[in-house]
Nanobody, 120 residues
Framework: QVQPVESGGGSVQAGGFLRLSCAASGYNHCKYDMSWYRQTPGKGREFVSRITIGGSTIYTDSVKGRFAISQDNAKRTVYLQMNSLKPEDTAMYYC??????????????WGQGTQVTVSS
């Protein structure tokens, strides 16, 4: 199991912004389609956004127009720029490797999460 590593969470006021990062682990030749999920206490993980190695992106409706996912393939890092944050965005945010490309590359690995707290 190769766990991606998230960073960039924190506490902000409503209307503020944060940028989350997710660095892939594993062999350097491995490439990944990657996703962000979020979870609040007592609820299941909710899909937020996904990016493929080709750059295609999708978002859940509640973050469209406010969040932007991007990637740096050389650094094997995915970013989630979160603007106009709302209290309902408060959650633990998790990164996940969806599909791995390359020999001996594993997928469906979750990071440990990074906390985002938005106060009103």
């Amino acid at each position: 199991q190769v766990q991606p590593v998230e960073s960039g969470g924190g506490s902000v006021q409503a209307g503020g912004f944060l940028r989350l990062s997710c660095a892939a682990s594993g062999y350097n030749h491995c490439k990944y389609d990657m996703s962000w999920y979020r979870q609040t206490p007592g609820k299941g993980r909710e899909f937020v956004s996904r990016i493929t190695i080709g750059g295609s992106t999708i978002y859940t409706d509640s973050v469209k127009g406010r969040f932007a996912i991007s990637q740096d393939n050389a650094k094997r890092t995915v970013y989630l720029q979160m603007n106009s944050l709302k209290p309902e965005d408060t959650a633990m945010y998790y990164c996940k490797t969806d599909t791995a490309y390359g020999a001996m590359c594993t997928d469906n690995d979750w990071g440990q999460g990074t906390q985002v707290t938005v106060s009103s």
